[in-house]
T-cell receptor
Framework: AQSVAQPEDQVNVAEGNPLTVKCTYS??????LFWYVQYPNRGLQFLLK??????LVKGSYGFEAEFNKSQTSFHLKKPSALVSDSALYFC???????????FGTGTRLKVLA | EAQVTQNPRYLITVTGKKLTVTCSQN?????MSWYRQDPGLGLRQIYY???????DKGDVPEGYKVSRKEKRNFPLILESPSPNQTSLYFC????????????FGSGTRLTVV
């Protein structure tokens, strides 16, 4: 069965520091991996995806994520956090042989000025 | 503007009174899906549709119905709403088997009393 784990409910980081939001997954076959961000009272917005190829993928707003097949992880990173990055972040996965798309429980990122 | 439009944004209803939440997309996407978002549970898939007249159950389909008579529309029907269906609902669409990520609607906050 497919599953996604976001082990941290909340991550706090000081503005200007690097940030990491963790995600691990379990799927059959090759994974398709995604990160989304949700601002208050808004729908989710697509940030980036890994389908195949380079393990480091770059996305919107300066975010990037590293696919690690051996650790079944897809952590979201940003070199220098902004207060405006404060939001709820969701990791999602889909196995290559299915249309089912599973979201994690979300991690709230708080960037402190 | 490319978008997914959900209506209504907010709805308070009584137990047992049938309701429909509409969802429409203007991007000619084949794939559409409904999710509910609950605190601590993340997003859970209710139903999805791969194309017109092709739908399938997600992880939490009980108490919901959907239809896909036209490519652009994917309404969510609650025949007899109950208080445990109080939630935040999102419609999402994607092209090409979701390899490009979802576009989400703004959400419908439903309260069943």
């Amino acid at each position: 069965a497919q599953s996604v784990a976001q082990p941290e409910d909340q991550v706090n980081v000081a503005e200007g520091n690097p940030l990491t939001v963790k995600c691990t997954y379990s799927v059959s076959g090759n994974p398709y991996l995604f990160w989304y961000v949700q601002y208050p009272n808004r729908g989710l917005q697509f940030l980036l995806k890994y389908i195949t190829g380079d393990n480091l993928v770059k996305g919107s707003y300066g975010f990037e994520a590293e696919f690690n097949k051996s650790q079944t992880s897809f952590h979201l990173k940003k070199p220098s956090a902004l207060v405006s990055d404060s939001a709820l972040y969701f990791c999602a996965v889909r196995g290559s042989g299915t249309y089912k798309y599973i979201f994690g429980t979300g991690t709230r990122l708080k960037v402190l000025a | 503007e490319a978008q997914v439009t959900q209506n209504p944004r907010y709805l308070i209803t009584v137990t047992g009174k049938k309701l429909t939440v509409t969802c429409s997309q203007n991007m000619n996407h084949e794939y559409m899906s409904w999710y509910r978002q609950d605190p601590g549970l993340g997003l859970r898939q209710i139903y999805y549709s791969m194309n017109v007249e092709v739908t399938d159950k997600g992880d939490v389909p009980e108490g919901y119905k959907v239809s896909r008579k036209e490519k652009r529309n994917f309404p969510l029907i609650l025949e007899s709403p109950s208080p445990n269906q109080t939630s935040l609902y999102f419609c999402a669409s994607s092209s090409n088997g979701q390899l490009y990520g979802y576009t989400f609607g703004s959400g419908t906050r439903l309260t069943v009393v």
